[in-house]
């Protein structure tokens, strides 16, 4: 049964191959808590971490990391610049923001849930092709800037199946939630996941082309080829209106030109009989 064991010391010190997970952003910024000490440790696994945000740099790509998960493997790079013993970085995307702008709890616990299954399913593809991994490591996801309380992501990482190590310098919860506060995001102790009923089936679109808005009410999937019509729509074609009236006016004025030349050509054919008459 798989177990998620806690304890005090050093994420950074896990064995040779192990696999340490950390909460991103989908921004491409590691700028504060212990998203900056993995920038520090790893220079270059964040610039895939950063390519991987900004390839291309759209609301609509970036939304859609939302709940999926970066495996980036050890960079050489890093291993000559560091202490890195040759570790696996998993980026968990679980807000779209981060700062005031984060992401609510709700989707934050949700996206961290579908993560972990994609992080699954990127662990199994390098191992059919014979690639070794050490245990899962983590850090107290989401406690700190996202400012989650810690046990409501445990409950999500119970229900992952694979067995997590958790590790924590001593008296970090309370020093976690009271980071999130300061910056400005409230933590509860209701579960959030009970006021928004029904909310996951709209997560479900994420990663299937869909752009993922966050309101002030539930998140909201506008479909990108509906968008992209309907703003082509906007700018390039006319009013049906419009179109009629101009059509209607181009038919009168040449009406008015033909009736004017049977006019003309009248008028010359009566001159020239009464000439002859004459």
Request: glycine share 8%; charged share 30%.
């Amino acid at each position: 049964m798989p177990r998620i064991t806690e304890s005090t010391g050093d994420i950074f010190a896990a064995p040779q191959n192990s696999v340490l997970i950390h909460a991103c952003n989908c921004r491409g910024v590691w700028g504060r808590g212990v998203a900056l000490e993995f920038k520090k440790r790893y220079p270059q696994a964040f610039e895939v971490y950063h390519e991987e945000c900004n390839t291309p740099s759209s609301e609509f790509h970036q939304k859609s990391l939302l709940g999926t998960a970066l495996l980036i493997p050890p960079q050489d790079e890093d291993l000559s610049t560091t202490a890195d013993e040759g570790h696996w970085i998993a980026c968990l995307f679980t807000s779209v923001d981060y700062g005031k702008k984060v992401s609510s709890e709700f989707v934050i616990l949700e996206s961290t849930k579908k993560a972990m299954a994609d992080l699954q399913k990127k662990m199994k593809f390098w191992k059919a092709k014979g690639q070794e991994f050490g245990d899962l490591w983590a850090v107290r996801i989401n406690s700190g800037k996202f400012g989650v309380p810690w046990d409501r992501t445990k409950r999500i990482l119970e229900q992952c199946g694979m067995d997590v190590k958790v590790v924590a310098p001593g008296g970090d919860v309370v020093e976690a939630v009271e980071e999130g506060k300061q910056d400005g995001k409230e933590t509860s102790n209701t579960d959030t996941t009970a006021i928004v009923a029904g909310q996951a089936s709209l997560l479900d679109g994420a990663n299937e082309g869909h752009v993922m808005q966050e309101t002030s009410g539930a998140p909201i999937k506008i479909s990108k080829k509906r968008k992209e019509r309907k703003e082509s729509s906007t700018l390039h074609e006319p009013r049906p209106s419009a179109k009629v009236s101009e059509d209607r006016v181009k038919s009168s004025k040449r009406r008015k030109e033909k009736k004017h030349d049977s006019d003309k050509h009248e008028s010359r054919s009566r001159d020239k009989a009464e000439g002859r008459t004459r």
